[in-house]
T-cell receptor, first 113, second 112 residues
Framework: ETGVTQTPRHLVMGMTNKKSLKCEQH?????MYWYKQSAKKPLELMFV???????ENNSVPSRFSPECPNSSHLFLHLHTLQPEDSALYLC????????????FGPGTRLTVL | QQQVKQSPQSLIVQKGGISIINCAYE??????FPWYQQFPGKGPALLIA?????SEKKEGRFTISFNKSAKQFSLHIMDSQPGDSATYFC???????????FGQGTTLQVKP
């Protein structure tokens, strides 16, 4: 266990559904991240939060909407997704954003039908 | 300039052999170079990391070699074991942004 948990572990949704991914870290970190991992591609950084403030939005489509209510929790709200959005979504946390080890959760395997 | 290029894409090594994975970068502002290991069904986990003030770092059977002038770094796994079979990612970041840029990953299979 890395101290970062994600729920659900697997999610199948239709293109018209609305769902949310949840991440929780128990490490006392103050930075949290969302990554997308697709087959044969590098991990893609989607969003960065530092002290609950979004500091990076890496040109992610608006159908992905992050929320960070406090430094321990991070959500990714999903709506009207496309089949190409099917991927493993990873959450990570670190102590600050600069040059520190990021601890990853196990990910949510998302399938969009 | 933000890319990190990783090779090979896949690697098969016999038990006891040496596994070598290479990465190259362009951005000279990068000053933190970690390697992550990912098993199926798990998220990536930090394996070993290096900063450019040293040319080599060793932790057990895992060694990072760093060549600042060539802008390359590599992971060597000595005495490779079947339990090392996983996907390995190199990454790089700069202190300015802290943003990790990942390589494409190498799938390592160690045959018994």
């Amino acid at each position: 266990e890395t101290g970062v948990t994600q729920t659900p572990r697997h999610l199948v949704m239709g293109m018209t559904n609305k769902k949310s991914l949840k991440c929780e870290q128990h490490l006392g970190h103050n930075a949290m991240y969302w990554y997308k991992q697709s087959a044969k591609k590098p991990l893609e950084l989607m969003f960065v939060y530092s002290l609950e403030e979004r500091v990076e939005n890496n040109s992610v489509p608006s159908r992905f909407s992050p929320e960070c209510p406090n430094s321990s929790h991070l959500f990714l709200h999903l709506h009207t997704l496309q089949p190409e959005d099917s991927a493993l979504y990873l959450c990570a946390s670190s102590q600050w954003t600069s040059g520190n080890e990021q601890f990853f959760g196990p990910g949510t395997r998302l399938t969009v039908l | 300039q933000q890319q990190v290029k990783q090779s090979p894409q896949s690697l098969i090594v016999q038990k006891g052999g040496i596994s070598i994975i290479n990465c190259a970068y362009e951005n000279t502002a990068f000053d933190y170079f970690p390697w992550y290991q990912q098993f199926p069904g798990k998220g990536p986990a930090l394996l070993i990391a290096i900063r450019p003030d040293v040319s080599e770092k060793k932790e057990g059977r895992f060694t990072i070699s760093f060549n600042k002038s060539a802008k390359q770094f590599s992971l060597h796994i000595m005495d490779s074991q079947p339990g090392d079979s996983a996907t390995y990612f190199c990454a790089a970041s700069s202190s300015n942004t802290g943003k990790l840029i990942f390589g494409q990953g190498t799938t390592l299979q160690v045959k018994p």
